[in-house]
T-cell receptor, first 124, second 108 residues
């Protein structure tokens, strides 16, 4: 059974960089079958797409966050990561990692497996 | 940018049918996906590509999509269906995911 687990600091200071890692078990990022992504949800609000990555390192970002976001992959550790720079209180959210579309069905566009999410608070 | 509009809340009597709408310009030309999110939990995919159910999702949950509105239908509503529901579309040409604002379903 595929499982995803987010990890990283729960508290980040304003203007600093938020860093999270998603560890995948029960499946291989390096197999190249799927894309992998990040989504966030501010407390009491809706879901916001951050971006997705392929095992090769190809990335696609939400234009509204693109200037501050970097997603990377480490296939040797079966992990992918998220960095958000210059954070403000508006970046306080539960951050989810999830599995996106298979490469052979790029048009599908779903997130079918999700991690449990991790709350990141931006505060001094 | 593309926008999806959902009602903030929908109420349904126990055992009756709930319909949650998702509006978007010409959304019928896109594939719509739906997620269920219960308090404190991650979202769960319940409908993909307008009307397909992933394994384990009951048949009383269904979806449709036409014109400017996609609809999630929950028949014989149960207390366990109380949750937030989000619609989502994917633009494969730009690799942009768009979520609706979410609808809180209350089962009375």
């Amino acid at each position: 059974q595929l499982q995803l687990q987010e990890s990283g600091p729960g508290l980040v200071k304003p203007s600093e960089t938020l860093s999270l890692t998603c560890t995948v078990s029960g499946g291989s990022i390096g197999s190249g079958t799927y894309y992998w992504g990040w989504i966030r949800q501010p407390p009491g609000k809706g879901l916001e797409y951050i971006g997705i990555i392929y095992y090769s390192g190809s990335t696609y970002y939400n234009p509204s966050l693109k200037s501050r976001v970097t997603i990377s992959v480490d296939t040797s550790k079966n992990q992918f990561s998220l960095k958000v720079s210059s954070v403000t209180a508006a970046d306080t959210a539960v951050y989810y990692c999830a599995r996106h579309s298979p490469h052979y069905d790029w048009g599908r566009g779903t997130f079918d497996y999700w991690g449990q999410g991790t709350l990141v608070t931006v505060s001094s | 940018s593309y926008e999806l509009t959902q009602p903030l809340s929908v109420s349904v009597a126990l055992g009756q049918t709930a319909k949650i709408s998702c509006g978007g310009k010409n959304i019928g030309s896109k594939s719509v996906h739906w997620y269920q999110q219960k308090p404190g939990q991650a979202p769960v995919l319940v409908i993909y590509r307008d009307s397909n159910r992933p394994s384990g999702i009951p048949e009383r949950i269904s979806g449709s999509n036409s014109g400017n509105t996609a609809t999630l239908t929950i028949s014989r509503a149960q207390a366990g269906d109380e949750a937030d529901y989000y619609c989502q579309v994917w633009d494969s040409s730009t690799a942009i995911v768009v979520f609706g604002g979410g609808t809180k379903l209350t089962v009375l």
